[in-house]
């Protein structure tokens, strides 16, 4: 048996449980979901020198909207995920107490809907506040 999710794509979107993401469309709130696409799949760190993939150094994935996760881990499910796959960005929480202008640390949650794997990773290395 596959594993599929509970609701299918169609049945999200009618519920207005997810919307359509545009450039620059993050989800603003606190269990708002939107719906975008993986950009490009990459790895943590990039050689300096060279501007080469640093294998080993974590994942990291930009989506279209202009979202971005990152990982001290490879994590199977982004290594598995391929520039143009559908996904579905959560927000799970933000910071609080940042200094103004530092809006890092914004932690969401994101299901390829291509291979139905998801993870849970923060829009930067640090959160708000950090190095």
């Known amino acids: 048996m596959k594993n599929r999710p509970p609701f299918s794509l169609a049945a999200m979107l009618s519920l207005g449980l997810c919307a359509s993401a545009q450039a620059g469309d993050l989800p603003k709130r606190v269990g708002a979901c939107v719906e975008t696409r993986i950009k490009s799949v990459e790895t943590r760190l990039v050689d300096g020198a060279t501007n080469k993939p ?3 150094s974590g994942s990291a994935v930009s989506l279209e909207n202009g979202g971005y996760q990152v990982s001290y881990d490879t994590l199977p499910a982004i290594e598995r995920s391929k520039a143009g796959d559908p996904v ?3 927000l799970v929480s933000i910071p609080k107490d940042c200094p103004k202008g530092d809006d890092r640390g914004r932690m969401y949650r994101t299901t390829n ?3 139905f794997k998801s993870w849970r990773l923060p829009d930067s290395e640090h959160s708000c506040g950090g190095a």
Do not use: D, F, V
Request: glycine letters at 12%; charged letters at 20%.
């Open 54 to 56: 640093i294998p080993g």
């Open 88 to 90: 579905r960005m959560c």
């Open 113 to 115: 809907l291509r291979t």
